[in-house]
């Protein structure tokens, strides 16, 4: 084991505060000396937000170790838009940002890109200008298929589905459990997936993702996911722990 990649909400904080043993967890990894990064499907922070958001509940954590879901769909849209590179984007900073330096021109007429991430200021003319572009041809990208995020506020899934009735066409969500988001962070650590181990609370996006890319999964019962639900999944994670300070043994035995 040469790498761990681990989710965020429900494995380190809860809304802002940290969850129990997630300060000891990050302070040993960080002396471990092994390839990390915490994963996340929200698309409005940037690596150093969430670098902030770490340190205001009490953990110091380098913006270097943090991969978006806005950081994903950039790098899938290099890989797809050519020299077409005109995107009407429904979002906030950090995915705006992402799209520059990827070299996306924003606009609202003529785009080649439907983009869809998170905003508190979602409308009815958002959703009217999108459908309108995807009828016309623009390709429909989303961050993320979350419905709901912490605090039940609405997500990126719910953003998508009325532009998808009224266009009858599905957005193409690059989070997990898109595989796709898994090998961009194992690119980003530089490691192979059956050299690293993915932590998460959720057997629906974290725990089938890491499957489908062939990495060793923990899940986590301090999240999404309880043990009882277990028996719904035809697949099961490698490991089930409480909380993430069980898991510091397990990453001592793996290296």
């Not at 989070?175 to 993915?198: T, Y």
């Not at 019962?221 to 397990?250: I, T």
Request: one cysteine or more; a negative charge; aromatic letters at 8%.
């Amino acid at each position: 084991m040469k790498a761990l990649v681990c989710d965020i909400d429900g494995v380190i904080l809860r809304d802002d505060r940290t969850l129990p043993g997630a300060p000891e967890f990050v302070a040993r990894l960080s002396e471990t000396g092994l390839g990390f990064v915490f994963l996340t499907n929200y698309p409005s922070q940037t690596p150093a937000e969430l670098r902030l958001r770490f340190l205001e509940a009490g953990i110091d954590v380098p913006a270097d170790r943090f991969y978006t879901s806005a950081m994903a769909t950039a790098e899938f849209l290099i890989g797809q838009a050519g020299e077409r590179r005109k995107a009407y984007v429904v979002g906030e900073g950090a995915l705006i940002h992402a799209l520059y330096q990827a070299g996306f021109s924003l606009v609202e007429t003529d785009a080649d890109f439907v983009i869809l991430g998170e905003t508190r200021a979602y409308n009815f003319d958002m959703i009217q200008r999108a459908a309108r572009l995807i009828n016309a041809g623009a390709r429909f990208v989303a961050t993320n298929p979350d419905v709901a995020g912490p605090g039940g506020r609405p997500s990126c899934g719910a953003f998508a589905a009325p532009i998808e009735r009224i266009t009858g066409k599905q957005a193409f969500y690059v989070g997990k459990p898109n595989a796709f988001m898994m090998r961009a962070a194992l690119r980003h650590l530089q490691v192979h997936s059956e050299d690293a181990w993915i932590v998460g609370d959720n057997m629906e996006t974290d725990i089938i993702a890491g499957i489908q890319s062939g990495m060793t999964t923990v899940l986590v019962l301090s999240g999404v996911s309880r043990r009882e639900d277990l028996v719904r999944y035809a697949y099961r994670p490698h490991h089930v722990l409480d909380g993430v300070l069980d898991l510091l043994p397990l990453l001592e035995s793996a290296r």
